[in-house]
């Protein structure tokens, strides 16, 4: 590597970082019009699911067990499971699934 | 006030936990990637510290041992990680408008999908301090996970990592599925947005697309939709 790797990890910061904290620092207010409040508000939602559909599905091993882990973590939710309880409860699904689907 | 601010702060080191966990598993992939292409284990523990991007780093990895030019390398960044402004937006409006810059500031360096997903579910406004909590713990879980993976590599049997793996989407469930319990619109978003997701990556036609941009496209598309035709109601008016 004919470049400096530290200067990479530099560039790669300071972009990352201003793309984080421009809307931060530049919008104080709040925002009135009523559709990009709206849009704003379905955002969290919609980039969580989009981010958890089908990548869950090639995290694991198997797919079948990632599967399984978006049910349980589905139905644990739905169910009021708390954000650890459905963390934890994901990880177990996988692992046991997993001692029968990959050997 | 000091103690709001160590309530909120201690409240985020507890939900953080989980975020830690699943971070410790994801960066052990994302160390041995560092590893492979050929960084140190300080270069990719630093990187892992500051940076604190999944995707945005392993291409960023990928580009340097490609030997690739410092600009290339950050405008990949930016278009890997520009789902950050999306949700950098959606935070400033969750925020006090007295909040002073330096918080802001700080804040900033710490929106990750995962402490961005647990900071929107907050009822009413935001508390810096309980971002800094998270930060506390889940900023570790990253960092040493990726040192693990450049140093030990192979060692930690493929099964744990399989199952700590899925710990992350355990967490965005238990985000977005509450809100759609009460809410028909969020329910129906969730499945579009399942269904888009799934499009997007079966069609070989999107084959070129980052993962990043992928996001980003459908979260703007499906949010913009729904507030187009679903706009919310103002139910509580601040002054």
Known sequence: ?103 | MVTDRMKWFTKGLRDGIPIMLGYFAVSIALGISARNAGMTAPQATIASALIMASAGQYIGFTLIAAGASYLEVMVMEAIANARYLLMSCALSQKLDPALPLRHRLLMGLWITDEIFGVSVSVEGRLNPYYVYGMAAVATPGWALGTLMGVVLGNVLPARVVSALSVGLFGMFMSIFVPPAKQNRVIAALVVISFAASYAFNALSWFDGISSGIKIIILTVVISLGAALLFPVKEERHEA
């Open chain 1, 1 to 103: 590597m004919k470049h400096n790797v530290y200067l990479y990890i530099l560039g790669m910061w300071l972009v990352t970082y201003l793309i984080r904290v421009l809307p931060l620092t530049l919008i104080r207010r709040e925002i009135t019009n009523r559709t990009i409040r709206s849009f704003l508000y379905y955002v969290p939602y919609v980039t969580l699911a989009v981010m958890t559909f089908p990548a869950i599905l090639t995290a694991t091993q198997s797919p079948i067990s990632g599967a399984l882990a978006l049910v349980a973590g589905l139905v644990l939710a739905w169910r009021g499971g708390s954000l650890f309880q459905v963390s934890v409860a994901c990880c177990a699904v996988v692992f046991l699934a997993e001692l029968v689907l990959v050997r």
